[in-house]
């Protein structure tokens, strides 16, 4: 199947090296960039921040970016994503200023070798269909002994939320079992995978992590609404529906929501795999675009 040109996949938020749709910033932050910020903290915790030049790689609309400039104002953080869209949602936020943000390709990165003292990237990678490209790209913009580090929803068994949604839909509509099975196998989600693709790029003291945070709900509409944002594989699903089968699913997603009690505030866990490794000195080589 031919790739259509890159410039015609951004201005629908898709790229040849991303299959989230992203077309509206403020969308996606009810979707997913209000748990995005939440899980920066801890993978902040994991990973380290210092001051020095940071490479945020699929930045989204500025959360973790936002993060490190709160712990290390000092810093100099660049930010890159695929979708023009999200790109200008972070320069217009507050709490991004003085950051650099750039549309761009995960698996090219428009930066020279070692240009970056730790290289970061939040629930990216399993969007990338050639993630250890991006992952080498990442240990090639690290500098020496510099710090690269990623997280991943734990898309199969850490994310109860989404499994509410995608098992509901399943049920109803045979269709919607491939929007489960592309959710569950997923790049880089399964135990060790990011650790077996960190030591395979060549990163040296490679450690791994689980994170865990909570998903909070304030009722079923604040569970229900992102869906009709059309952010990502959900939001495409749901936009793509009939208008009888949206209601349809509505219906079965409420009653899975109550789970026996009225209306009101969830808590539901998600949990991500991360992991973070050391680029190797010069004297042991370098990777190679």
Same mark, same amino acid.
Request: charged share 25%; with cysteine.
């Given at each position: 199947?031919?790739?259509?040109?890159?410039?015609?996949?951004?201005?629908?938020?898709?790229?040849?090296?991303?299959?989230?749709?992203?077309?509206?910033?403020?969308?996606?932050?009810?979707?997913?960039?209000?748990?995005?910020?939440?899980?920066?903290?801890?993978?902040?915790? *994991?990973?380290?921040?210092?001051?020095g030049? $940071?490479?945020?790689?699929?930045?989204?609309?500025?959360?973790?970016?936002?993060?490190?400039?709160?712990?290390?104002p000092g810093?100099?953080v660049?930010?890159?994503?695929?979708?023009?869209?999200?790109?200008?949602?972070a320069q217009?936020?507050?709490?991004?200023?003085?950051?650099?943000?750039?549309?761009?390709?995960?698996?090219?990165?428009?930066?020279?070798?070692?240009?970056?003292?730790?290289?970061? $990237?939040?629930?990216?990678?399993? *969007?990338?269909p050639?993630?250890?490209?991006?992952?080498?790209?990442?240990?090639?913009v690290?500098?020496?002994?510099?710090?690269?580090a990623?997280?991943?929803?734990?898309?199969?068994?850490?994310?109860?939320?989404?499994?509410?949604?995608?098992?509901?839909?399943?049920?109803?509509?045979?269709a &919607?079992?491939?929007?489960? &099975?592309?959710?569950?196998?997923?790049?880089?989600?399964?135990?060790?995978?990011?650790?077996?693709?960190?030591?395979?790029?060549?990163?040296?003291?490679?450690?791994?992590?689980?994170?865990?945070?909570?998903m909070?709900?304030?009722?079923?509409?604040?569970?229900?609404?992102?869906?009709?944002?059309?952010?990502?594989?959900?939001?495409?699903?749901?936009a793509?529906?009939?208008?009888?089968?949206?209601?349809?699913?509505?219906?079965?997603?409420?009653?899975?929501?109550?789970d026996?009690?009225?209306?009101?505030?969830?808590?539901?866990?998600?949990? &991500?795999?991360?992991?973070?490794g050391?680029?190797?000195?010069?004297?042991?080589?370098?990777?190679?675009?």
């Amino acid at each position: 199947m031919a790739l259509r040109p890159m410039a015609a996949d951004r201005e629908n938020g898709m790229s040849a090296s991303s299959t989230f749709t992203a077309t509206d910033g403020d969308a996606y932050e009810q979707t997913m960039g209000r748990w995005s910020r939440r899980l920066a903290e801890p993978f902040l915790d *994991f990973a380290g921040s210092v001051d020095g030049d $940071c490479l945020d790689l699929g930045s989204g609309t500025g959360s973790l970016t936002a993060a490190i400039l709160r712990r290390t104002p000092g810093a100099r953080v660049v930010g890159i994503d695929f979708s023009p869209v999200y790109v200008a949602h972070a320069q217009a936020r507050a709490d991004t200023a003085g950051a650099e943000f750039r549309v761009g390709d995960a698996c090219e990165l428009p930066f020279p070798d070692h240009s970056f003292d730790r290289v970061l $990237c939040l629930l990216v990678l399993h *969007f990338v269909p050639r993630a250890p490209d991006a992952v080498a790209e990442m240990r090639r913009v690290a500098r020496p002994s510099g710090v690269a580090a990623a997280t991943v929803w734990d898309t199969r068994g850490g994310m109860v939320a989404h499994r509410l949604f995608r098992d509901t839909a399943a049920m109803l509509d045979p269709a &919607a079992e491939a929007l489960r &099975a592309e959710s569950a196998l997923r790049p880089m989600t399964h135990p060790g995978e990011l650790g077996a693709a960190w030591r395979a790029a060549g990163f040296a003291d490679v450690a791994e992590a689980y994170l865990t945070i909570r998903m909070e709900f304030a009722s079923f509409e604040d569970f229900w609404s992102p869906y009709l944002g059309g952010q990502g594989p959900g939001g495409v699903y749901v936009a793509g529906l009939e208008p009888s089968a949206r209601e349809r699913l509505r219906e079965a997603l409420w009653r899975a929501y109550l789970d026996g009690e009225p209306d009101g505030p969830r808590s539901y866990a998600a949990s &991500a795999w991360a992991v973070r490794g050391v680029a190797p000195d010069l004297d042991r080589g370098t990777a190679s675009r």
